[in-house]
């Protein structure tokens, strides 16, 4: 299981992009962090999530 925003989900194996793809999120919206660390962009597609990970995704949000 990874924790993905504190939901745990069976998403081991996939990749962060794969993850992203089955969600709402828009991706110039957002950042990832993995494990404590951010994930850039252009890793999304080659960052496969592992048992145990931690990810936190956040949406920025416009407004004033």
Do not use: H, W
Not at 21 to 30: C, E, G, L, N, V
């Amino acid at each position: 299981m990874v924790k993905i925003n504190g939901e745990p989900l069976d998403m081991a194996g996939k990749t962060l992009a794969e993850y992203l793809a089955s969600t709402k999120y828009d991706p110039m919206r957002i950042a990832v962090e993995c494990n404590g660390e951010i994930v850039p962009k252009a890793k999304y597609g080659e960052t496969v999530l592992q048992e145990g990970d931690v990810i936190e995704v956040v949406n920025f949000v416009g407004g004033g």
